[in-house]
C-alpha cells in the first residue's frame, strides 16, 4: 500500500514562492503519473499539475502555467510554485497512481493529507 506524505505548505504574501513536497512510500517505483492537486475556500477540488512518468509529460492548470513547476525524483515529487497570488490559497494534495488506465482517466487511486498554502495580498 502506498503512503503520500507532503510537506512544505504555509503563508507568504503575493508574489512570493514556495516549494512543496510529497514523499511516497510503499511501493514509490514504476508509479506512471503523479500529481498535485487543491481545493480553495467553498472550491471544488481542481487538477494543478500532473507529471506522467512514463514519457515525462506534464499537464499544468491554465491558472498556474509559467508560475507553477512539477518534478520528481525516485521517492519525492514537487511543486515549485512562484509567484503566487492570493487565489492560490488552499489545501495542496499530491497524488499517485500506477495504473496507465487510470493516469490517462486523471484518476488517482492514492492521496496525501494535505498542506495547506496561504497566500496573502
Known amino acids: 500500500q502506498a503512503h503520500l506524505v507532503e510537506s512544505g505548505g504555509g503563508s507568504v504574501q503575493a508574489g512570493g514562492s514556495l516549494r512543496l513536497s510529497c514523499a511516497t512510500s510503499?511501493?514509490?517505483?514504476?508509479?506512471?503519473?503523479m500529481g498535485w492537486f487543491r481545493q480553495g475556500p467553498g472550491k471544488g477540488r481542481e487538477a494543478v499539475a500532473i507529471l506522467y512518468s512514463e514519457n515525462s509529460s506534464t499537464f499544468y492548470a491554465e491558472s498556474v502555467k509559467g508560475r507553477f513547476t512539477i518534478s520528481q525524483d525516485a521517492n519525492t515529487v514537487y511543486l515549485q510554485m512562484n509567484s503566487l497570488l492570493p487565489e492560490d490559497t488552499a489545501m495542496y494534495y499530491c497524488?499517485?497512481?500506477?495504473?496507465?488506465?487510470?493516469?490517462?482517466?486523471?484518476?488517482?487511486?492514492?492521496w496525501g493529507q494535505g498542506t495547506q498554502v496561504t497566500v496573502s495580498s
Open positions: 510503499g511501493y514509490p517505483y514504476d508509479r506512471k503519473c
Open positions: 497524488a499517485a497512481e500506477w495504473s496507465r488506465f487510470a493516469c490517462e482517466k486523471r484518476e488517482f487511486g492514492y
